[in-house]
């Protein structure tokens, strides 16, 4: 890599020296003109390509700097094009005035352009604000030079008057260029650093040169090919060797800052301070102006009319960023529910990761002593010398101490949510067999059942008998608040969204108290002696081991809906391995 570089400084500095020599050893006349015109001509262009293909092989941010680069120099390139056609294919002086100092004044304003964008930084920016901030830019400049240059150089032609002012407005446009670029060098890091300073050198080597040349051409002492050329070829080189450093590092982008910038602050005041010139400059026009009354009118029409573009560029820019307020407000929003919801869901597994180690002491605790008053109860009612109070008052404690028992096995279960065996499941068919097992115990109770399971739904992986048991329970749940309203609707649908499988229990009855608690362990809506509130818990607990999403609340209309989302097969495994992994 060292060797390709110096071989590539080697050249850069040849083809200068070569361009000296010739220029120095030859007399003035077409050949040293059409070697002048050429050699200028080929090497911008070169220059052009080059940066063209920087941009092909980058992407984002630096695309478009290099992009904009190009253009540039294709604009620059154009203005040389015009001087080769008249000094070496026409053979013609360059007439005066020349429309190639307009596209040469117009070149810088996309290296201005390109240089705002800071492609060193890895911030994301929405191409139409580059775009606006790009088309100000050039509006801005082009009403300077058509207030200030064209007047004299096309309304009425003035050579003395518009020959200067266009120098001078030429010098102070590569001047804020430089200023811009020197600020971005002094601020970047690493190679972005140095490709920014060999383009400060670059350009403020060709604005020295620029400033010399037009000196010779007002004084008559200037002609293609010149001593006054070689400062201009050196710069281009220059550039063409900025770029080519561009193309074998190939800088890497930095960290954008945090904080808000000055660098950021000062596009929009920029473009506050441009529409605030434009009455200025239409009061000086009107008022102050000495120049004819025709000149006068043009720069007043010219004023108005940047006053339209500008405005409209202005107002297009608070649109965008309306707009883009708007989304970020939107996805704020969204955060911040996604956040709110994964602190429930945080608190709600701590919950029961507590109470299931208290569950589980306490159960195995209360396990043993109930074991033998169960026995001791049933070989109590088994003597044939006891009374018929005494043998009922020992079938009781042993319907009780069953009763405890199940209770036991609840919360067992409850506190001993481990990951069981999962396979690919068809929750269609489960559902199916949820609601087969529970309408049978709701004959004749003015329950109607409406399902809606979608054919061909993806398969997931999970456990079927926990998933089965979670389907009974939220039907069962259902259709006890069916029950209390004596009938109503039960509406189940299983359907595929997207790369999710969603299932959706709804019923017509009186609704949940407190949705939000529907999920907390002996949280229970139901009668002394119906429930012992840990089903919709445990549920809780199957639906998150199996990488789903559960949520809970009231339809406007009336009656409550559970909603379970898992996630499809081919989702699902890579999570099913991270969980076991865990």
């Not at 020296?17 to 911008?44: E, P």
């Not at 294709?74 to 056609?85: D, P």
């Not at 609707?489 to 790369?499: A, C, F, H, Q, R």
Request: proline share 4%; net charge neutral; glycine share 6%.
């Amino acid at each position: 890599m060292i060797s390709r570089r110096k071989w590539r400084i080697a050249c850069i500095v040849g083809i200068t020296l070569i361009y000296a020599s010739v220029s120095l050893s030859m007399s003035a006349g077409f050949g040293l003109l059409a070697f002048g015109d050429i050699a200028q001509f080929s090497l911008l262009f070169l220059a052009f390509l080059l940066m063209v293909a920087n941009a092909v092989s980058s992407r984002g941010q630096v695309r478009l700097f290099w992009g904009l680069m190009a253009l540039g120099c294709l604009l620059w390139s154009a203005n040389l094009a015009l001087w080769t056609l008249y000094e070496v294919i026409l053979r013609r002086s360059i007439p005066d005035p020349f429309i190639g100092d307009a596209i040469l004044f117009v070149h810088v304003v996309p290296f201005m352009a390109a240089v705002a964008l800071r492609p060193h930084l890895s911030e994301e920016k929405k191409l139409y604000f580059s775009t606006l901030n790009f088309l100000t830019l050039l509006a801005w400049w082009v009403f300077l030079y058509a207030f200030i240059v064209f007047p004299d150089e096309y309304v009425v032609l003035n050579v003395a008057v518009y020959s200067p002012h266009y120098d001078l407005l030429y010098l102070v446009e590569n001047l804020a260029f430089l200023v811009v670029l020197g600020m971005l060098a002094w601020n970047a890091r690493g190679a972005w650093k140095d490709i920014y300073w060999n383009l400060f050198v670059a350009s403020g080597l060709y604005a020295v040169s620029s400033l010399a040349l037009n000196a010779a051409i007002a004084r008559g002492q200037y002609h293609t090919g010149s001593i006054y050329d070689i400062p201009f070829i050196a710069s281009v080189c220059w550039m063409i060797w900025a770029t080519l450093l561009a193309r074998e590092t190939k800088p890497p982008s930095q960290p954008a800052p945090s904080e808000r910038s000055r660098w950021q602050m000062l596009a929009p005041r920029l473009a506050m301070l441009a529409m605030l010139s434009l009455p200025v400059m239409g009061y000086w026009a009107w008022f102050r102006d000495t120049a004819a009354p025709n000149l006068r009118q043009f720069r007043l029409l010219v004023t108005l009319a940047a006053m339209v573009v500008l405005g409209l560029f202005v107002f297009l820019r608070q649109f965008l960023m309306d707009r883009e307020l708007v989304r970020l407000l939107e996805e704020s929003r969204s955060s911040l529910e996604n956040m709110k919801r994964l602190q429930t869901e945080l608190v709600q597994r701590e919950k029961l990761a507590s109470l299931a180690q208290l569950v589980s002491g306490a159960a195995h605790e209360i396990n043993n002593p109930l074991a033998a008053i169960l026995g001791y109860s049933e070989l109590l009612a088994a003597q044939a010398g006891l009374e018929s109070d005494q043998a009922n008052m020992a079938r009781k404690i042993g319907q009780q101490a069953r009763r405890t028992r199940e209770l036991l096995s609840s919360l067992l279960s409850f506190a001993q949510q481990s990951p069981g065996e999962k396979t690919l499941l068809d929750m269609g068919s489960i559902v199916q067999r949820a609601l087969q097992m529970k309408m049978l115990r709701t004959e004749n109770k003015n329950i109607h059942v409406e399902s809606r399971i979608a054919p061909e739904l993806p398969q997931i992986w999970g456990d079927v008998n926990q998933l089965f048991q979670c389907c009974v329970e939220i039907i069962g749940n259902a259709t006890d608040a069916l029950e209390e309203v004596h009938g109503g609707t039960l509406s189940v649908s299983v359907i595929e969204e997207g790369d999710e499988l969603v299932m959706e229990f709804s019923d017509s009855g009186p609704g949940i108290r407190d949705p939000q608690r529907i999920f907390d362990p002996f949280y229970t809506t139901k009668e002394v002696g119906k429930g012992m509130g840990l089903g919709l818990s445990v549920t809780y607990g199957v639906v998150q081991d199996h990488q789903g999403e559960i949520s809970c609340e009231n339809r406007p209309e009336g009656g409550a809906v559970f909603v379970l989302r898992f996630p499809a097969a081919k989702q699902a495994a890579p999570k099913m391995a991270e969980a076991a992994q865990a």
